[in-house]
């Protein structure tokens, strides 16, 4: 700011990025360690949900998705087993979209270093 010559300012805004607090709270729906309600809304205001987005879109919508945003691989694959899976019962918590996702993918690709239901 001596650079800049600015002497004095009336406030600082910081963006510190995600809460840890938010992403581990198992009933905001983040993670998939404890079973939560499949939420994800930054914004708990927001009215749309992952439950929302899980259950009602369409294999390609899903997969678009997952490939898009999560460059996941088997997007396709988890796309499909969504789908299949909505259809006898529909996704409700965090443990089992990963399970559903678990499923979808390859034995040999479950050796990765990160959870392989973290993308998605």
Same mark, same amino acid.
């Given at each position: 700011m001596a650079d800049l010559n600015i002497t004095q300012v009336d406030g600082i805004l910081l963006d510190l990025g995600l809460s840890s607090f938010q992403l581990?709270?198992?009933?905001?729906?983040?993670?998939?360690?404890?079973?939560?309600?499949?939420?994800?809304r930054m914004n708990q205001e927001s009215p749309l949900t992952?439950?929302?987005l899980v259950n009602s879109l369409s294999q390609k919508e899903i997969s678009s998705i997952l490939k898009n945003f999560g460059q996941e691989r088997w997007h396709q694959r988890i796309?499909? /087993?969504? @789908?299949?899976q909505r259809s006898?019962?529909?996704?409700?918590?965090?443990?089992?979209?990963? /399970? @559903?996702v678990l499923r979808a993918i390859p034995r040999r690709?479950?050796?990765e270093k990160i959870h392989p239901a973290t993308r998605t």
């Open positions: 581990d709270d198992a009933q905001r729906g983040f993670g998939f360690r404890a079973e939560g309600p499949l939420d994800m992952a439950f929302d796309a499909r /087993n969504i @789908v299949a006898e019962k529909l996704i409700e918590t965090t443990t089992e979209l990963c /399970n @559903v690709s479950k050796k």
